[in-house]
């Protein structure tokens, strides 16, 4: 009756049991729950396990952590990185260090939108729903497109399935990829589009932007699309326009990537210059850096692709009663419907990002929104100016930038990176080991939590680096 | 439910010849296994379709069904009314839910379709 | 439960943020800069100048808190109530775990920061790597993967990069007819053709049947194990001896890891790739729908396809290495929703050894216990012992009575809790999809087995409050066929 495998350490729900805090049954509730059942012992409920392949020891982990202890470990590890508050941050690269409001995760961080699912009974998940639809229609806002979905799950996630989108869209077999997209965005791409068969081919970048001769000399009726950022990896302003044009003069798609959605309060949207996929990093909006993820990936369209888009999306409806209401719609794209033939596989998104990115936006409003990103723009102007006045350091591109501009250093940029964090400055990204052409070029953003006397320090200690 | 005077695939799918042209829409049966349609996506005209290769797809909320040509040949006309009432598909399925008008290839290939009372004997539905 | 509901006795609509907005009024404080303020036309071109400011709403603080306050309310959640949702593994989500996810030293920290500024975060990451290869019995694991579907991806790829240097050409992966939709839709991602295989009798993979379809062209076949009915795939040495015979490989959708752990290893069953979802069995909050956390581990021969960077560990130093040249490349950006890593690691060293396996022991009692409850008025098309979830039918009702799952899971709503998982797997007809987690108590799950049964009596006795269910949610049934035939999918203003 009670078929013991090479595992009988199986607890019986009698003795030999600590009480754990997160898992409330004892004992004799277990003894009862058993009865009911008609089972002797919970190993009986785990004989359909063959005894070959189960384990016959315990798990090898170190020792259950008190909360406190737990606490404290974890504490330490966290003590042992040098994080933005303990460093002044002139990096950004993709991931951005801005002023996060504290209404954004006291309220996206609520246990009722924390520890809620995804909303798949409509009527008992309005909340979460309606913050999606909301999210969707500011996402739409501030890129001028017409139609965003729920979320993705990062920047360069939602650039590849942009790519892939525009293959499905135009029946063509390759992507021109400008190399002033973010290194790991094109990477993905790459990752995500080659079993499809998709061609993959990198456009040069000349005097810090996307080579636009190299552009219309690489198109052909094959091209299904041109992807590029804006503003771009090297902070440099993208020719958009000119960029769709060529694209849709050859009956191809343009994908605008934008890894700093701040710049958008003070760009002219990709809507409004022709692009037709925006796909993005939502990070910016709210959330925080936590060291690379969870990020937010976004993607937005024009309305007329609105059956080709991956993911989630919210709509409104009305209630057997008139009320409006919100529900997940336009299902029959996803995988848990079309499955092999579905327009992505993902299911769970960031959907959490995605509120606080809309409570986010929601905060800044229509004219906070332009100010940050205007603070954005100016103060990397002046540390931009200032650094160009330094001996030997000097700009790699004399074209406009948003907040974010490449320095050629005289010292290796991993060097002057040392000295600052020792300063307590956590330096640019050194562009060496993704642009080998670039191993003297630094990366360095300023956002809006930069103030002028960090910028001056800035420029003193590297005024000393050479 | 299933007019006499068409011929049906076993994808349900109908015909009724109209001098050399065909025009093809999904049977009663069908739609209502669908439940609400909520979107058709019909080929353009000029258009080849080849017999029992999908031609199109039609929707309801929690399904998906491939579209598949009763006939081969060239799709001559396309039912504009689906685009913003794919309703009708349910409503009248025979008359304003129709697809497309294809000029078949070869209108024998009917043949190869089944009349009325050998397709409700496929369905179930025939009368006892 | 607002204002803005049935006022006067007739339905409102409860507004959105932009129903508040009101031209000049602000919800934020940015400082004016402290730089020289150059006019904009000579930072970037007038070209390039936004001409129309984004209309976003104009709200104050207090707009903003009060609206997603009230939206809060208007949602369902493990705090708030019991959520038996098939395949999810909603368990309680540790409120000690948000504190250490949002300490500055792993909140605030940039990806890009220098190795030597981010020990913590990559020992931490190590750490969990070792934790769960042992829990798993896999040889490395990867954390790079946002949620399982993307792990899927992330484990398909090795295995397509695998075969690619054997220089073997496999075009095809199998896949249970019980699956999850993730499932085919990642290998059709791959490039790789879906052969279904058919589950049998006893709701086990055909072995017969997957027999016939294994050959040399067969990369690998995609098993969830328990399976999506809540059920231990008893053949697995049989499926793992065909499928390794043929030269294949054993893939592992993780999701029902939470019925097994520290019970059997995934490794030891002979799986060669697995993706674990951490939002499931290592309790990170699904967040409504994201982030969440996949993680793949693999065996050694599947190791150097690994995604970059991988974490080593150089005694007490970590760094990351990207000079991987068999790497499948990313599949995001950085690292991982490292984040959640924060999490699964908190809740692996809080259980323990001893505290995982209670965690399976429990999370299977429970389930059964339930079954034992309600299999007198529901069918039950697998009459076997579950692991952690069980697939009941709603045919009987649906007969007998014309009540669907679909109504009974909205009436399920009524009584305070969520509904199970429910048409899924597409393989039992009106499927519903239980699993009550290791977390909650038995009086809860008595609760909730008195409200089921009270429903199977309500679909004999009085089928019309169950078809018009649910009756005290915020809204009435919504129209899904409106809103997929006339898309609103944004704001726009009146
Ligand atoms: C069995 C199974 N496989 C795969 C997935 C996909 O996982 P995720 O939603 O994390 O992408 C899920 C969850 O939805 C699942 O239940």
């Known amino acids: 009756m009670t078929p013991r495998g090479r595992g009988g350490n199986v607890t019986t729900g009698v003795e030999r049991r600590t009480q754990h805090k997160y898992i409330p049954a004892t004992d004799a509730e277990r003894e009862e729950m058993l009865r009911t059942i008609g089972a002797a012992s919970v190993e009986e409920l785990f004989a359909d396990i063959p005894s070959r392949v189960r384990l016959d020891r315990p798990l090898r982990l170190p020792p259950a952590l008190s909360d406190p202890e737990l606490m404290a470990q974890l504490r330490a590890m966290a003590d042992a990185n040098v994080h933005s508050d303990r460093a002044v941050c002139f990096l950004g690269a993709g991931a951005y260090d801005h002023y996060v409001p504290s209404v954004v995760w006291h309220l996206a961080g609520r246990g009722e939108f924390l520890t809620a699912y995804t909303p798949y009974q409509a009527e008992l998940m309005q909340g979460e729903l309606q913050a999606g639809y909301e999210y969707q229609s500011m996402l739409c806002e501030i890129t001028g497109m017409g139609v965003a979905n729920a979320s993705m799950y990062d920047g360069a996630s939602a650039a590849a399935e942009a790519a892939v989108m525009a293959k499905d869209l135009t029946g063509r077999g390759e992507v021109l990829v400008s190399t002033a997209v973010h290194p790991e965005y094109r990477q993905v791409i790459r990752t995500y589009t080659a079993p499809l068969g998709l061609r993959v081919t990198e456009i040069p970048y000349r005097h810090g932007l996307t080579d636009l001769d190299a552009v219309a000399r690489a198109l052909s009726p094959r091209t299904a699309a041109i992807i590029i950022q804006h503003p771009n990896f090297f902070g440099c302003l993208e020719d958009g326009a000119a960029c769709a044009e060529l694209a849709h003069r050859a009956g191809a798609l343009l994908v605008c990537a934008v890894a700093e959605p701040l710049s958008l309060g003070i760009l002219e949207p990709p809507g409004a210059w022709g692009a037709d996929i925006v796909a993005g990093e939502g990070q910016p909006l709210g959330n925080h850096l936590n060291f690379g993820g969870p990020y937010l990936g976004m993607l937005a369209t024009r309305q007329e692709f609105v059956r080709r888009i991956p993911g989630r999306l919210v709509g409104a409806t009305v209630d057997a009663e008139g009320r409006r209401g919100f529900v997940l719609t336009l299902q029959t794209r996803e995988q848990h419907i079309r499955r092999e033939k579905a327009s992505s596989n993902i299911c769970t998104n960031e959907a959490l990002l995605a509120l606080a990115a809309a409570i986010y936006m929601a905060s800044l409003g229509k004219a906070g929104f332009r100010k940050v990103s205007e603070l954005n723009l100016r103060k990397a102007a002046y540390a931009r100016e200032a650094i160009r006045e330094i001996p030997k350091f000097r700009l790699a591109f004399e074209v406009p930038t948003f907040n974010e501009f490449v320095v050629r250093t005289p010292l290796a940029p991993e060097e002057v990176n040392r000295r600052l964090l020792a300063a307590g400055i956590l330096g640019g990204a050194p562009l060496g080991r993704w642009y080998p052409e670039l191993s003297d070029a630094w990366l360095v953003c300023v956002t809006e939590q930069r103030t002028k006397a960090e910028i001056d320090r800035l420029v003193a200690l590297l005024e000393g680096f050479r | ?128 | 439960m607002t204002p803005f509901d049935n006022a006067q006795g007739r339905p409102r609509d409860f507004p959105v943020i932009f129903d508040f907005s009101v031209p000049g009024r602000v919800g934020s404080s940015y400082p004016n800069p402290d730089v020289p303020d150059t006019p904009l036309e000579q930072l970037i071109p007038a070209s390039q100048l936004r001409k129309e400011p984004a209309a976003l709403p104009e709200v104050s603080e207090l707009d903003v808190v009060r609206h997603y306050t009230r939206l809060s309310h208007r949602n369902f959640s493990i705090d708030e109530g019991f959520y038996p949702l098939g395949s999810c593994t909603m368990k309680y989500n540790p409120k000690i775990h948000e504190d250490a996810a949002r300490l500055a030293g792993f909140a605030r920290l940039h990806p890009y920061a220098p190795a030597e500024g981010a020990q913590g975060a990559l020992r931490l990451i190590c750490e969990l790597e070792e934790l769960l290869a042992e829990i798993s019995g896999m040889d490395r694991v990867t954390f790079q993967p946002a949620a399982g579907a993307h792990g899927e991806l992330t484990g398909l790829l090795m295995i397509r990069a695998y075969f690619e240097t054997r220089g073997e050409r496999r075009t095809k992966v199998i896949v249970p007819d019980s699956a999850h939709g993730t499932n085919p839709a990642t290998a059709a991602m791959v490039g790789y053709q879906v052969v279904t295989v058919k589950s049998d009798a006893r709701g086990n993979m055909d072995v017969r049947a997957l027999r016939e379809a294994m050959d040399g062209s067969v990369a690998a076949i995609m098993l969830t194990n328990p399976n999506t009915l809540g059920l231990f795939e008893e053949p697995i040495l049989d499926v793992e001896e065909i499928v390794h015979r043929a030269g294949g490989q054993l893939y592992l959708d993780g999701a029902n890891f939470n019925a097994v752990l520290g019970v059997t290893r995934p490794g030891d069953q002979g799986f060669d790739v697995m993706h674990m979802n951490l939002h499931k069995t290592f309790t990170t909050p699904h967040g409504g729908g994201g982030p969440g956390a996949g993680a793949v581990g693999v065996k050694a021969h599947l190791a150097p396809f690994l995604p970059v960077p991988v974490i080593e560990r150089d005694g007490e130093r970590f760094r990351l290495d990207d000079q991987r040249p068999q790497s499948i490349g990313k599949i995001r950006a950085f690292y991982g929703n490292f984040g959640n890593l924060v999490r699964a690691y908190a809740y692996i060293r809080s259980m323990g050894a001893d505290g995982l396996r209670q965690v399976a022991e429990t999370a299977v009692l429970n389930a059964n216990y339930l079954l034992a409850r309600l299999r007198s008025r529901f069918d039950l098309p697998y009459d076997r012992l579950c692991k952690h979830e069980f697939v009941l039918s709603g045919a009987r009702q649906k007969r007998q009575h014309g009540v669907a799952t679909r109504d009974m899971a909205k009436r399920i709503l009524d009584y305070g809790f969520h509904a199970p998982t429910i048409y899924f797997p597409l393989i039992v007809e009106e499927a519903i999809m239980i699993e009550p987690t290791e977390t909650e108590s038995k009086r809860t799950l008595d609760e909730f087995a008195d409200a089921m049964l009270a429903i199977a009596r309500e679909a004999q006795d009085d089928p019309e409050v169950v078809k018009t269910a649910p009756h005290s949610t915020p809204v009435k049934r919504l129209d899904e066929v409106r809103a997929a035939r006339q898309p609103d999918l944004r704001w726009k203003p009146r």
Do not use: C
Request: charged share 25%; net charge negative; aromatic share 8%.
């Open chain 2, 1 to 128: 439910m299933y007019p006499k005077d068409l011929r049906y695939s076993s994808e349900h799918e109908w015909v009724r010849v109209e001098g050399g042209r065909v025009r093809v829409g999904i049977t009663r049966f069908a739609a209502d296994r669908l439940t609400d349609v909520v979107f058709v996506e019909l080929p353009a005209a000029g258009a080849k379709v080849t017999f029992m290769q999908p031609f199109g797809v039609v929707e309801s909320v929690k399904a998906v069904s491939d579209l598949y040509a009763p006939l081969s040949g060239t799709v001559v006309e396309v039912n504009p009314a689906l685009v913003d009432s794919p309703e009708v598909v349910n409503s009248d399925p025979y008359g304003k839910g129709w697809m497309i008008v294809v000029q078949p290839d070869d209108l024998r290939e009917l043949e190869r379709l089944m009349p009325v009372d050998q397709y409700v004997v496929a369905i179930g539905e025939a009368a006892p």
